[in-house]
């Protein structure tokens, strides 16, 4: 069985590339122990990847480790534990938000959580311990008002070292491990208050102190549990991203870069990887970059990729993906399964629990996602495949993105017909603005502006931002700005759109509530409609209620079954 597999996945070894000689290593079963795995000092026999990043293969004959350029797509069993890997692979991301490891406490179950799954050879992501983000961000913008000498009696600075070497004593680790990095926290405040300017640049710089603390004691922690395990910073290993500061995409040299390292270091000496989420480094400047809120989700789904992973793990602190915020209403309950469609169309219009670029690598590797909770494991969380069966499926979910700017601009026929749509797309491109939602008429087009892409430039510019755009528009047309609106988007099947508008408009009337815009067609599992900020988590709440909790999903249900009702084009059923 190996050796077939070994076969399949090299084609043409002699196309490979020695990377590194090793020597041959007994291979350890599938049961073997965790321990035993990654105390191991030689590499197992063989190794195969999957997806965009380097395959790797050890030839038992030649003795050394092959890597090759992806050829053709290898399709390796997925039944079972660890089905197509090998046992000189690692087999899983496990990636725990701040929320999961923001004591020593968690930091203790997280490290038996991982324990508990002896089968796997994980790669674990890291996001910073609790609020460390937005307090380094606090501090950052108290330092520039602040003056250097009071930079160490800022609060935001105590409460960060007390969490951080608190969490060390408590867990009998030796402080050693980050004092280097506080003291440069605290110079680097030093230099933002001397300069009085806090820079995008530098916000990055500032921010990615908070994961380089949570890996660096995670990872002594595992080691004093007798585990080994190895700290990465991403910036370190081929995490290469775009300079836009704050919100910077990965380039696609990252994925062969960190498979290199990661793998190779795997195969010479067996230690868990433990990998700061969020950060990267910049092309063109070299400079720390962040890839955006939340962006440790995408570290870990760029990482399953990149290694041809069995699965990515987001472990967070619900029950996986909810019907809706479980802020906005508390009876939101997981979903089961998603495909990376939905998942990626909630997460961009606004769902909280997964960043809005995760998806892109999961889907391109077609690495399933599991979405679990750290506080509750047993909950069986939201799987996130390719594909599902949607015939049942009416809606999933529902998300709402607040404080969103919405623009009506009208032809003043300045410009043919056909120019006009291109000339106003031309201009929010010139101005590197992105568009959420379009609605257009023979003559106008209303369109709703991407708060994310507006808030990675500099907050205090935004005004000046969007009258430059109104400015330039003002040129073909006439354009009215609608600010405080929001969107909300019911995440399900398209196909299934008469069921759920008929559905959604009964409330929002019940509600009087008056839809500013809807934007149908474009997704096959989004229908997004856009209301006015103030009335829109109530919107939220009362079509919750409608579709999740009032029995009218599985009534739908049992009328889809119905042949009769299948052919009816979506309109008749029972309310
Ligand atoms: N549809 C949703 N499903 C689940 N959680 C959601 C949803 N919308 C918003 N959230 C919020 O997202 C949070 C989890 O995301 P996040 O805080 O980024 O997790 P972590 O920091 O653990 O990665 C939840 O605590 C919840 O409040
Ligand atoms: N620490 C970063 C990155 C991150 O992904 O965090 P979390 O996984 O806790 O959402 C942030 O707060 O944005």
Redesign the pocket.
């Given at each position: 069985m190996a050796a077939a597999a070994a076969l399949r996945c090299n084609p043409r070894p002699s196309a490979a590339v020695a990377l590194r000689g090793a020597a041959a290593a007994p291979q350890v079963g599938n049961e073997a122990a965790f321990e035993l795995l990654v105390g191991a000092t030689e590499p197992c026999l063989r190794g195969r990847r999957r997806g965009a990043g380097i395959r790797c293969q050890r030839s038992a004959a030649a003795s050394a480790v092959v890597v090759e350029k992806k050829g053709r797509a290898v399709e390796p069993a997925r039944e079972g534990a660890n089905a197509g890997h090998t046992e000189s692979e690692l087999t899983v991301v496990m990636?725990?938000?701040?929320?999961?490891v923001a004591s020593a406490e968690r930091m203790r179950e997280v490290a038996d959580l991982i324990l508990s799954f002896p089968e796997e050879r994980p790669v674990i992501v890291l996001?910073a311990m609790g609020k460390t983000t937005n307090k380094l961000l606090m501090a950052g913008e108290k330092a520039v008002g602040c003056g250097a000498t009071n930079v160490s009696e800022l609060d935001e600075l105590t409460f960060i070292k007390e969490l951080h070497f608190g969490t060390i004593d408590q867990l009998g680790l030796d402080r050693s491990i980050v004092s280097g990095l506080s003291d440069e926290l605290e110079q680097l405040l030093k230099g933002i208050a001397m300069m009085k300017e806090l820079t995008l640049r530098t916000r990055d710089y500032l921010v990615s102190f908070g994961e380089c603390m949570s890996t660096r004691i995670f990872a002594a922690l595992l080691n004093k549990l007798g585990v080994k395990a190895r700290q990465y910073d991403a910036f370190e290993i081929g995490f290469i991203t775009t300079d836009d500061f704050t919100n910077a995409d990965i380039l696609e040299a990252t994925y062969p870069a960190i498979a290199k390292r990661l793998h190779g270091d795997w195969v010479t000496g067996p230690a868990i990887p433990i990998v700061t989420g969020f950060l990267g480094k910049g092309w063109k400047t070299g400079a720390i970059t962040t890839l955006g809120?939340?962006g440790?989700?995408l570290t870990a789904t760029t990482i399953g990729k990149a290694l041809g992973l069995r699965e990515i793990q987001?472990?967070?602190?619900?029950d996986?993906?909810?019907?809706?915020?479980?802020?906005?209403h508390p009876n939101?309950k997981?979903?089961p399964y998603l495909t990376f469609d939905e998942a990626a169309e909630?997460a961009y219009f606004?769902?909280?629990?997964?960043?809005p670029q995760s998806m892109r690598p999961a889907r391109e590797g077609d690495i399933p996602v599991r979405?679990k909770n750290?506080y509750n494991r047993r909950a069986p969380g939201t799987l996130i495949t390719k594909a599902r069966d949607m015939s049942k499926t009416v809606l999933t979910?529902i998300?709402l993105k607040s404080n969103i700017t919405m623009l009506d601009i009208v032809s003043t026929r300045m410009l043919g017909q056909y120019g006009f749509l291109a000339k106003v797309f031309s201009i929010f491109e010139d101005l590197g603005i992105s568009v959420d939602c379009v609605a257009t008429s023979e003559v106008s087009i209303s369109l709703t502006l991407d708060p994310s892409k507006l808030w990675s430039r500099e907050l205090i510019k935004q005004a000046n931002e969007l009258d430059h755009v109104i400015e330039e528009l003002e040129k073909i047309a006439v354009v009215h700005l609608l600010q405080h609106r929001s969107i909300i988007s019911l995440i399900g099947n398209v196909q299934r759109s008469s069921l759920i508008l008929e559905k959604a408009f009964n409330v929002l009337r019940t509600n009087g509530v008056n839809v500013q815009m809807i934007s149908q067609g474009a997704s096959k599992v989004n229908i997004s409609l856009v209301v006015h900020d103030s009335e829109a988590k109530q919107c939220v709440q009362a079509l919750h209620s409608a579709f999740f909790e009032s029995g009218f999903l599985p009534e739908v249900n049992d009328i889809l079954q119905d042949d009769s009702v299948a052919h009816s084009n979506g309109t008749v059923y029972r309310h």
């Open positions: 990636k725990f938000g701040g929320s999961s996001s809120r939340g440790s989700d987001v472990w967070k602190d619900v996986g993906v909810l019907t809706c915020d479980p802020n906005i939101a997981p979903v909630l606004g769902a909280q629990v997964l960043h979405v750290s979910s998300v």
